[in-house]
């Protein structure tokens, strides 16, 4: 196990498997318990995905996705996905 630090509150993560998160089994993570933040592993291994993130940033990524996607398959920003 590696010493994943969380970037919220500077604790060391905690390496579980994913179903104590999803409920379901899809390899392990890094969480906090105190920020309920977390971050995947790459496959078969103890290596985090990247930083841990909490619910905000998962839901502002959700958001950001749910916006744009629509628009982007409809081809109306082909070619700009950058600049979006
Ligand atoms: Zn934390």
Redo the contacts with the bound molecule.
């Keep these: 196990m590696k010493d994943v630090i969380?970037n919220?509150?500077g604790?060391k993560a905690e390496l579980v498997d994913s179903k104590v998160i999803y409920g379901t089994s899809y390899g392990m993570m890094y969480l906090?318990r105190?920020?309920n933040?977390y971050v995947g592993c790459h496959k078969g291994t103890d290596r985090p995905l990247g930083r841990l993130a909490d619910a905000e940033l998962r839901y502002w990524k959700k958001a950001a996705h749910a916006v744009f996607d629509p628009l982007w398959r409809q081809g109306r920003f082909r070619g700009q996905r950058k600049a979006a």
């Design positions: 969380c919220y509150c604790r906090c105190r920020c933040a």
